[in-house]
């Protein structure tokens, strides 16, 4: 519990942060209750990896290539809601995020803004960039996905504990189910030319991002 508060803590004081970076006249009482309906969900119970510690994890990542990003607090402000819905039973989770974003923030973005959190969150569906016009943001979401990935390059034990609590979360599915979706899902990242779309990531993790994988689908094939 204590750690959760702490998490909590520091997460809704950096929410603040970005949000207040962007619109100065955002109240601390408005940005309170943001914050509070975030970490609610987050906190659901049928999440075991996608919870406040999967979006510390993704900020400890944010501070590492803050200084590559064009537009770093509407990024953050992605981050923060790219899997607010989470329910394993539906695949429809990052519209269903992005549209709650949207909802949540055009009351202290603007238009551009919010459009942009918007096409961020539903490119987390797929990982590929999609049509975004200039530069900048395209190489702002790119590092957005990639961050989001980053789990997947990590040392091994730590990816086996992610691996663990995705399958916690489906814990509704039957074993067979599970291998041959979990399977299926590794095999399509696997066939992507690069898993991480920036020099950056794709340096650091992506071999040992496509070690972890191929593991991974070496054990669900044994059991």
Known sequence: MHEFSQINTELGNRFAQHLSAINRDVLPTETKTLWRDIAVRYNETQRAYHTLRHVRQ????????????????LIALALYYHDVIYHPIRSDNELKSAEYAVDQLKGYLNDEQCRYIYALILMTATHQLSELTGDDKRSDAAYLLDTD??????????????????????????????????VTVLQKLLAHPKLYLTSYYYERLEQQARENMEREISLLCAS
């Open 149 to 182: 990935l980053s789990i997947l390059g990590t040392p091994w034990p730590e990816y086996e504990r992610y691996a663990r609590a995705v399958r916690q979360e489906y814990a509704h599915i039957s074993v067979i189910d599970y291998r041959i979706g979990r």
């Open 58 to 73: 993704l900020f400890e990542q944010f501070e590492q290539i803050v200084s590559h990003l064009h537009k770093p607090h």
